[in-house]
């Protein structure tokens, strides 16, 4: 009779078994899943890879076809730019040679007009006077010494604008070098292939080169040499007209200065001609008015008198009354009357020798004015000056007595 052998081992239940063997399966389809999509990615890895390989290397060979047209425009832009300049600092140096002839040329009327202010000091007294030919004259001497340090200004910065011109056409020949030898490289490189006999494989070449420069960089660089060389020429160009302006102002002013100050020569001798003709009606009323002032000091000097004699009358009446006897000696109105006389002439009196000082002052000083004035009386005479530039004479002006 068979007999149940157990085994001695743990026993699943089914859900269990169940569970595992689902899980088997799906692990089984995920890996097959993942190898599928393996092989998938490598095909399209393979075919990405060769077409961006493809793509690149027609890219690049683009890029440096494109980098020769770039490189080769700034070339030609720094060609004309340094032709250019060439021809800028030649010009330049023209004008500043004529800037240096044209100073030159100012000494003469510059001397001129400081002998006419020499000529002008032999006036004498109260007619040494600055008036407005004085102030002329500095004006002219002011307006040619400012031309003159115009003119020196304008050299000065000629030579400074020359060395620039220089310096920027150092610069634009170092890069317009550095761009021919950079064309020949990338020429160079263009055409080579896959079948070219010199291609190999470098140790690292993609390494960043000491002093190497981002393209931002090197497009700033040229176009700050460009840009500076074209500044350069403008400033240059500008200084030439500025230059060629102050040589052309400079006879402009001094033709008008020269015409302002004989105008103010002419006008001079009108108001000393006009003052002249003023104090001679000046005199002449003065000493009328003089000779009414002694009338009438002369009638002061009778009232002043007369009014004594009335004051020396009430003061004899009071003392007169001051020996009346007894109760006869009272204050009546008489007494009252002949005080308020008294009080009243010497107001007068007062009054009448306040006038007397004012009018006798009134003539000392009429006196001492018409001394004066007739110690100033102008009789000017002088010449113009000059009459032209390059051609001056200033015969001075004499306007004392």
């Given at each position: 009779?068979?007999?149940?052998?157990?085994?001695?081992?743990?026993?699943?239940?089914?859900?269990?078994?169940?569970?595992?063997?689902?899980?088997?399966?799906?692990?089984?389809?995920?890996?097959?899943?993942?190898?599928?999509?393996?092989?998938?990615?490598?095909?399209?890895?393979?075919?990405?890879?060769?077409?961006?390989?493809?793509?690149?290397?027609?890219?690049?060979?683009?890029?440096?076809?494109?980098?020769?047209?770039?490189?080769?425009?700034?070339?030609?832009?720094?060609?004309?730019?340094?032709?250019?300049?060439?021809?800028?600092?030649?010009?330049?140096?023209?004008?500043?040679?004529?800037?240096?002839?044209?100073?030159?040329?100012?000494?003469?009327?510059?001397?001129?007009?400081?002998?006419?202010?020499?000529?002008?000091?032999?006036?004498?007294?109260?007619?040494?006077?600055?008036?407005?030919?004085?102030?002329?004259?500095?004006?002219?001497?002011?307006?040619?010494?400012?031309?003159?340090?115009?003119?020196?200004?304008?050299?000065?910065?000629?030579?400074?604008?020359?060395?620039?011109?220089?310096?920027?056409?150092?610069?634009?020949?170092?890069?317009?070098?550095?761009?021919?030898?950079?064309?020949?490289?990338?020429?160079?490189?263009?055409?080579?292939?896959?079948?070219?006999?010199?291609?190999?494989?470098?140790?690292?070449?993609?390494?960043?080169?000491?002093?190497?420069?981002?393209?931002?960089?090197?497009?700033?660089?040229?176009?700050?040499?460009k840009d500076h060389g074209e500044a350069e020429m403008k400033k240059a160009i500008e200084l030439r007209e500025a230059i060629a302006l102050t040589i052309a102002e400079t006879n402009n002013e001094l033709e008008a200065q020269r015409v302002a100050t004989e105008f103010a020569f002419r006008k001079r001798l009108r108001e000393m001609e006009k003052l002249y003709s003023e104090l001679k009606w000046q005199e002449k009323n003065t000493l009328e008015e003089?000779?009414?002032?002694?009338?009438?000091?002369?009638?002061?000097?009778?009232?002043?008198?007369?009014?004594?004699?009335?004051?020396?009358?009430?003061?004899?009446?009071?003392?007169?009354?001051?020996?009346?006897?007894?109760?006869?000696?009272?204050?009546?109105?008489?007494?009252?009357?002949?005080?308020?006389?008294?009080?009243?002439?010497?107001?007068?009196?007062?009054?009448?020798?306040?006038?007397?000082?004012?009018?006798?002052?009134?003539?000392?000083?009429?006196?001492?004015?018409?001394?004066?004035?007739?110690?100033?009386?102008?009789?000017?005479?002088?010449?113009?000056?000059?009459?032209?530039?390059?051609?001056?004479?200033?015969?001075?002006?004499?306007?004392?007595?």
């Amino acid at each position: 009779m068979a007999t149940l052998s157990v085994k001695p081992s743990p026993r699943f239940r089914l859900p269990d078994w169940q569970t595992n063997s689902y899980l088997l399966s799906t692990n089984a389809e995920r890996q097959r899943d993942a190898s599928h999509q393996i092989r998938q990615e490598a095909r399209v890895l393979r075919n990405e890879t060769n077409n961006q390989t493809i793509w690149d290397e027609h890219d690049n060979r683009t890029r440096l076809a494109e980098r020769i047209d770039t490189v080769s425009r700034w070339k030609e832009m720094l060609d004309k730019c340094l032709t250019d300049l060439d021809a800028e600092i030649d010009a330049l140096a023209q004008m500043k040679e004529s800037a240096e002839q044209n100073l030159q040329a100012k000494n003469l009327p510059l001397d001129v007009a400081i002998e006419c202010l020499t000529l002008r000091e032999s006036r004498r007294d109260i007619d040494v006077v600055k008036d407005p030919v004085e102030e002329e004259l500095h004006k002219e001497v002011e307006v040619i010494e400012a031309t003159k340090k115009a003119l020196q200004q304008k050299i000065s910065q000629a030579f400074e604008k020359l060395f620039l011109l220089q310096e920027a056409r150092q610069r634009l020949n170092s890069d317009h070098r550095g761009k021919m030898e950079t064309l020949d490289i990338d020429r160079g490189c263009l055409s080579l292939n896959l079948t070219s006999p010199n291609i190999s494989l470098k140790i690292n070449p993609t390494r960043v080169p000491n002093g190497s420069t981002s393209l931002q960089q090197w497009d700033d660089l040229s176009r700050f040499n460009k840009d500076h060389g074209e500044a350069e020429m403008k400033k240059a160009i500008e200084l030439r007209e500025a230059i060629a302006l102050t040589i052309a102002e400079t006879n402009n002013e001094l033709e008008a200065q020269r015409v302002a100050t004989e105008f103010a020569f002419r006008k001079r001798l009108r108001e000393m001609e006009k003052l002249y003709s003023e104090l001679k009606w000046q005199e002449k009323n003065t000493l009328e008015e003089i000779a009414e002032l002694h009338e009438d000091i002369r009638h002061l000097e009778e009232d002043l008198r007369r009014k004594l004699q009335n004051l020396k009358l009430c003061h004899t009446r009071l003392e007169a009354r001051t020996y009346r006897p007894n109760v006869e000696l009272c204050r009546d109105q008489a007494q009252y009357g002949l005080t308020d006389e008294v009080h009243q002439l010497e107001a007068t009196i007062a009054a009448l020798k306040q006038k007397l000082a004012q009018a006798q002052s009134t003539v000392l000083h009429g006196r001492h004015s018409h001394g004066q004035g007739a110690g100033a009386v102008p009789a000017g005479q002088g010449g113009l000056r000059r009459g032209g530039h390059g051609s001056q004479v200033c015969s001075g002006v004499q306007e004392g007595p």
